[in-house]
């Protein structure tokens, strides 16, 4: 709790997680060939959320302050896709398998709905063999998709 405005605000750990994603943030930055940007971030996040440090994030806001930050993460991720191709491979690999759980389906799953969706030639085993466009492509598909739960 902040004693000057009498705000409950966010714990270590939830200050620690805001953080840890300014510093995803501005390693995507840096992966990309770009300088370090964790001032722009932390600078960001103060003006859209009125807040002075990331320590004094109001419990209310976290949520939406975590979301906010993950949707940037997202965006920005495309910023490694030519300088870094396996980086952003990767990454994009991960968003579609959390995505995919988050929408209540098996990993497995996923290939035989790429093969199906993408109009591949044949069945894939793993989202590696997906070329770059097809790979953005489902990632829009399912990032489209919603939950039924």
């Known amino acids: 709790m902040n004693a000057d405005y009498g ?5 270590f750990g939830q200050a620690y997680e805001v953080k840890r994603l300014i510093d995803e943030l501005a390693q995507i930055d840096v992966d990309s060939g770009r300088e370090d940007s964790h001032k722009y971030w932390y600078s960001w996040l103060y003006r859209k959320f009125k807040v002075t440090s990331y320590k004094t994030i109001p419990l209310a806001k976290f949520e939406a ?9 997202a965006i920005n991720r495309k910023k490694l896709r030519r300088p870094v191709n396996p ?12 995505r995919w ?12 709905f790429a093969f199906e969706r993408l109009n591949l030639n044949s069945p894939i085993s793993s989202l590696t063999e997906l ?3 097809n790979l953005k492509k489902l990632y829009g598909i399912v990032f489209r998709m919603k939950s039924f739960k």
Do not use: D, M, P
Not at 65 to 73: A, P
Not at 87 to 98: D, F, Q, S
């Open 7 to 11: 705000t409950v605000t966010v714990s």
């Open 87 to 98: 980086l952003w491979r990767n990454k994009t690999y991960g968003a579609i398998y959390g």
């Open 101 to 112: 759980r988050q929408l209540g389906f098996q990993k497995e799953a996923i290939y035989a």
């Open 131 to 133: 070329g770059e466009q």
């Open 65 to 73: 302050v975590i979301s906010w930050l993950r949707q940037q993460n």
